[in-house]
């Protein structure tokens, strides 16, 4: 008999949050899979600096790759690794959604550069606008021409892979999202920051804040609702059951919309 079941979503968890926040609120995958909402699709968290096997692209539905407080320019050898793979699952087009670190690492993986942003941190709530590509984007489409989003992040997408549609930016980081083949997306803004975790952020990170010439009060009371990033989440989920059943029916090719 076929199998029918659902292929599992994946979250690619490649950091963790302060221990403080995380006591209160959780951690990164936990705000990842609350994101994606009510999905058939099993998901299942994999971290593969821990020493999880990565599986082969068609054996998920799609991926979710997390942020880190780690760097991707610092080429660690479970970040270079998770990058490999990212590639394969773009050629195969398996949906990925990569968040920060997660964006970062996808446009590296491809050919692209991340390194330090020469304006240095981006921290708050930020306006994000997308570009004239994005109305008919399968994950961007339909949102506002403009909409805030939360951010955190000292590095950046600095050169997208050659081939990337550029999707969304703003004064400070012009690389806000892109995407790359069919079904890859990298967002460098959090839409599984809720205005709590930021203000958690904003708070954890005062003294480097105030290091760096910027007003910790100041960037707390900007905080803001961000339920428009906070969507893509679920456009994901809805993109990668997509997939699954194209896939399991012989609806979808690597090559397929």
């Known amino acids: 008999m076929e199998d029918i079941c659902p292929r599992p979503l994946a979250i690619i968890k490649l950091g963790e949050t302060f221990d403080a926040l995380r006591e209160e609120r959780g951690d990164f995958e936990h705000w990842v899979a609350a994101g994606l909402g009510a999905t058939r699709l099993p998901v299942v968290v994999l971290d593969p600096r821990r020493g999880?096997?990565?599986?082969?692209?068609?054996?998920?539905?799609?991926?979710?790759?997390?942020?880190?407080?780690?760097?991707v320019s610092h080429r660690e050898p479970w970040s270079e690794a998770t990058g490999a793979w990212l590639a394969q699952l773009v050629v195969h087009g398996t949906p990925v959604l990569g968040i920060c670190f997660g964006h970062q690492l996808l446009a590296h993986a491809m050919g692209g550069e991340a390194g330090n942003h020469p304006g240095g941190l981006e921290i708050g709530t930020v306006e994000v606008a997308l570009t004239d590509a994005a109305q008919d984007d399968p994950l961007l489409h339909g949102l506002p021409a403009r909409f805030d989003?939360?951010?955190?992040?000292?590095?950046?997408?600095l050169r997208l892979p050659e081939g990337a549609v550029l999707l969304a930016g703003n004064a400070f980081e012009p690389h806000q999202a892109f995407r790359i083949g069919l079904r890859a997306w990298g967002v460098q803004f959090h839409p599984e920051f809720d205005a709590e975790v930021m203000r958690g952020y904003v708070d954890r990170m005062a003294s480097d804040l105030r290091a760096a010439g910027l007003d910790p009060q100041a960037l707390r009371e900007r905080i803001a609702s961000t339920a428009t990033s906070a969507q893509l989440l679920g456009r994901f989920a809805h993109i990668a059951e997509e997939h699954d059943a194209g896939a399991r029916t012989g609806g979808l090719s690597p090559r397929s919309p």
Do not use: C, F, N, Y
């Open 149 to 157: 989003a939360q951010a955190v992040h000292w590095q950046s997408a």
């Open 52 to 71: 999880d096997t990565l599986p082969p692209p068609h054996q998920i539905s799609g991926a979710v790759v997390t942020g880190s407080h780690a760097m």
